[in-house]
DNA sequence: AGGAAGATCTACT
DNA sequence: GTAGATCTTCCTA
């Protein structure tokens, strides 16, 4: 098993967020590892993107502008979202996780706010480096499976841009509408 | 200090 | 399908 490291997330949010499909998350909690695959991401393009909250001012946009690898942590309503942030060091880029498929755990994932609840995953990440981290990192699955990769619009906003940013692998995990 | 908006979830009709 | 709950962050004063 391979870690991802930080060239891994210094390409295009669109490129990482497609690249990040099927790969393994894994949590450490106490002893345990918890260990899930990626199947739905969105990608946040830069401070311009009407969506992000990269478009305020503020500590998220300069997270978002921090070096590739960061995770950002993001609450809305009652829930925490999680981010990896992409790009170079100066670009707002982002890759929001929106599902995971749970490995050797039971939970219910398919939403960006249940599968931080399941991961534990709350603002005490914010900033943190998931390149080089104890406690969460992304890792390359033995395997490469073959799946198809899907494209949609992003969910949940309202200021849509035409663009398909969100993709997702086929999956009864995957949050859909 | 207060208000508004938001990348959501659950429950109920 | 829609309403409401309820939290964090940013903006204004």
Redesign the pocket.
């Known amino acids: 098993m391979k870690k991802l490291n930080k060239e891994f997330f210094e390409r295009k949010a669109e490129i990482v967020a497609k690249d990040l499909l099927g790969k393994i998350i894994c949590r450490k909690i106490k002893k345990k590892i918890l260990k899930a695959k990626i199947v739905e991401t969105?990608a946040?393009y830069d401070e311009k993107d009407p969506?992000?909250?990269?478009c305020?001012?503020?500590?998220?946009?300069e997270t978002m502008k921090s070096e590739a690898g960061t995770i950002?942590v993001?609450?809305?309503?009652?829930?925490w979202?999680i981010?990896f942030v992409t790009g170079k060091k100066g670009k707002a880029e982002?890759v929001?996780l929106r599902a995971l498929e749970p490995l050797n755990f039971k939970a219910?994932t398919n939403?960006?706010?249940?599968l931080t609840k399941a991961l534990l995953i709350d603002?005490k990440f914010?900033k943190k480096d998931i390149t080089n981290n104890k406690e969460l990192w992304i890792e390359n699955p033995f395997i490469k499976e073959k799946f198809e990769i899907k494209e949609s619009k992003?969910?949940?906003?309202?200021?849509d841009l035409n663009r398909k940013l969100r993709f997702y692998i086929q999956s009864k995990f995957v949050?859909k509408k």
């Open positions: 969105e946040y969506a992000s909250r990269a305020k001012n503020g500590d998220l946009r950002l993001y609450g809305v309503h009652n829930n979202l981010n982002a929001l219910k939403g960006p706010g249940l603002k914010h992003r969910i949940g906003i309202k200021k949050s």
